[in-house]
């Protein structure tokens, strides 16, 4: 589903993505690790075509053809949905208005009270108040909220591939039960993820679910492996696994 090949960033002088190579079957679930500054970040606006790294070279392929001539909003609507590590705060747009206006791209919302509908369904999963629906963007929102807003979107859009930038970073312990149940239900119903997070605390509530472990350094992959990998780094820490795949 998603093909990455040699991909390199320089979005001004420092070179932050080198040659980069990454692959993900349709629904499979795979998790990137590594420090800060190491490029998950930038890997994950660069799929989502965050327009300050635009300029790649290399290819992304999704689902078969090559993602650099289409704009953000075209690869959602092709199923590539990215939750961001800070969500923003949008004036003048209220979420409700924004989620109605999410479901008139998607096939099967024609009347009104069918998306009515799909977004109480979805407030209920998320445990998210149905009187927040009235606020802009984000407003007011506490971190673990704006976390949940984002897994609202993407169970409603129901994407091919959610990238999850962080969703664990500034939130309370409930929250972090939260986002686990609900890559459950979007891994389960097909979506494939890649996750990105230092720790694996989030991870304990995926019912041990196959995944791929992938460790960033400098810009690139240097040692993958299963979900073993995640309790290694948190015994050892980047350092050591580095020193240990003579990855530095």
Do not use: W
């Not at 635009?54 to 289409?70: D, M, P, Q, T, V």
């Not at 979420?95 to 479901?103: H, P």
């Amino acid at each position: 589903m998603l093909e990455v090949n040699n991909l390199a960033v320089k979005p001004d002088e420092e070179v932050i993505l080198r040659d980069l190579n990454f692959h993900a079957d349709p629904g499979s679930f795979h998790v990137i690790m590594g420090p800060n500054g190491s490029g998950k970040s930038t890997l994950a606006r660069t799929l989502a075509g965050h327009p300050e790294y635009e300029n790649y070279r290399g290819s992304i392929g999704f689902k078969g053809h090559e993602l650099a001539s289409l704009n953000p909003e075209e690869r959602l609507l092709e199923g590539l949905m990215l939750g961001f590590q800070h969500p923003p705060r949008i004036e003048g747009v209220k979420i409700e208005r924004f989620l109605k206006q999410v479901l008139n791209k998607l096939e099967g919302y024609e009347k009104e009270g069918e998306k009515e509908e799909a977004i109480k369904s979805a407030t209920r999963a998320l445990d998210f108040p149905e009187k927040v629906l009235n606020r802009n963007i984000n407003d007011g929102l506490s971190g673990g909220e704006r976390k949940r807003l984002e897994l609202l979107q993407a169970r409603l859009i129901n994407p091919d591939l959610l990238i999850l930038d962080e969703p664990d970073s500034g939130v309370d312990v409930d929250s972090l039960g939260l986002i686990s149940r609900e890559m459950n239900y979007l891994h389960d119903n097909g979506t494939g993820i890649i996750l990105i997070t230092h720790y694996g605390n989030l991870l304990e509530g995926l019912g041990g679910r196959e995944m791929k472990v992938h460790l960033f350094k400098d810009g690139k992959i240097v040692t993958s492996g299963e979900e073993d990998l995640i309790r290694e780094v948190e015994e050892k820490g980047f350092n050591r696994i580095y020193e240990e795949c003579d990855c530095n």
